[in-house]
């Protein structure tokens, strides 16, 4: 898992650390089970306050996604198999829309439209 950050974003570091593990989950290079970098080691390697990289797992717990155990960190939980399905789910979408000639946002407008259907 290689866990890359933009220090020139507006993005806060914690959320680049956990979008980073989203996105490995939903391309299929991490699953559930699978257990994360010790914070410290993320942070040392990043150059960051392990505080940061606790407040991304703690993040990526409170969406499901991580179970964080004492002695055993942070475990991808069976949610990982839903994030890479729906992300399989999306590309055939995509794919679909701009066969069809569909503008990606349009296809976006819809999507967005859907989730507010299903609140």
Do not use: C, W
Request: zero cysteines; glycine letters at 6%.
């Amino acid at each position: 898992m290689l866990i890359r950050i933009d220090t020139t974003s507006d993005t806060a570091i914690f959320e680049q650390i956990a979008d980073n593990v989203r996105s490995d989950v939903a391309a299929g290079r991490l699953h559930a089970g699978d257990r994360l970098p010790p914070a410290r080691q993320v942070a040392g390697a990043l150059e960051v306050n392990v505080h940061t990289v606790l407040h991304a797992y703690q993040n990526l717990r409170d969406e499901g996604l991580v179970e964080l155990r004492r002695g055993r960190g942070a475990v991808l939980t069976d949610a990982a198999h839903t994030l890479t399905a729906v992300h399989d789910d999306i590309i055939a979408l995509a794919a679909k829309a701009a066969a069809a000639g569909l503008h990606p946002e349009t296809l976006s407008a819809l999507v967005k439209e859907a989730t507010r259907v299903n609140d």
